[in-house]
């Protein structure tokens, strides 16, 4: 049998189990609905700790370095130690009060993506810190945008990417991290919406799984409070 006969005799397998009318009919436009698709996707955590548990578990499956702290000063002393210990020298992030509070001050010469810099410069930063728009604990995924988070390029040019965020941003689920984007920004979404889950990977050549093929290798979250 060959690969294109294999491919064609999955996809009339799964053809032949329908799936459920309940999902087929839900159109996701009311609460109702939503309600109703939420009991057929992994649950995300009632409580901001069983949300954190979640996020937690999948970060490691998604090999995602996650970093609990309890205060700015402590996440603060946090990046300070990856810095010594990573030799960065050159630092991209973005204007935002939790950036500019835990940025300023690790790098003399720091690169502001507010200042529109090249993507050559980009490029030449060994890592780029920037805030999110929520986590999602359902999925362990990073929603960031281009309007809040630092533009299209910072979470995905420097090897590695160090996203800032508050334990009030962990959100249940997908349907809660769209919701998020409808109160901030209305009829206004911005035009770079990504829902980052775990570095960059592929497994498309031997199906060795190899990071860092498509965006940043590394992925560190640093979870204040």
Request: aromatic residues 4%.
């Amino acid at each position: 049998m060959s690969g294109k006969q294999a491919i064609l005799g999955r996809i009339r397998e799964a053809l032949a189990h329908p799936s459920h009318p309940e999902v087929r009919t839900l159109a996701g436009n009311g609460e109702r609905d939503v309600e109703k698709a939420r009991a057929f996707m992994p649950p995300g955590g009632e409580t901001v700790e069983e949300r954190l548990q979640n996020f937690a578990r999948l970060s490691e499956v998604l090999k995602v370095e996650l970093v609990l702290v309890p205060d700015l000063e402590a996440a603060k002393e946090s990046l300070n130690a990856m810095r010594e210990v990573e030799g960065w020298t050159r630092i991209a992030s973005h204007h935002h009060d939790l950036s500019d509070r835990l940025v300023t001050g690790l790098q003399p010469d720091l690169l502001w993506t507010d200042d529109q810099p090249g993507i050559d410069a980009l490029e030449r930063c060994e890592v780029g810190i920037s805030v999110c728009e929520a986590l999602i604990a359902q999925t362990g995924s990073i929603l960031v945008t281009g309007k809040g988070c630092g533009g299209r390029a910072l979470s995905v040019l420097p090897p590695h990417h160090v996203v800032l965020a508050t334990r009030d941003q962990l959100l249940p689920d997908l349907y809660a991290g769209y919701e998020h984007l409808r109160k901030t920004y209305g009829d206004s979404l911005p035009s770079f919406i990504s829902f980052i889950t775990g570095a960059s990977r592929t497994g498309d050549i031997e199906r060795i799984l190899v990071l860092g093929a498509h965006g940043p290798k590394r992925l560190t979250v640093v979870l204040i409070g």
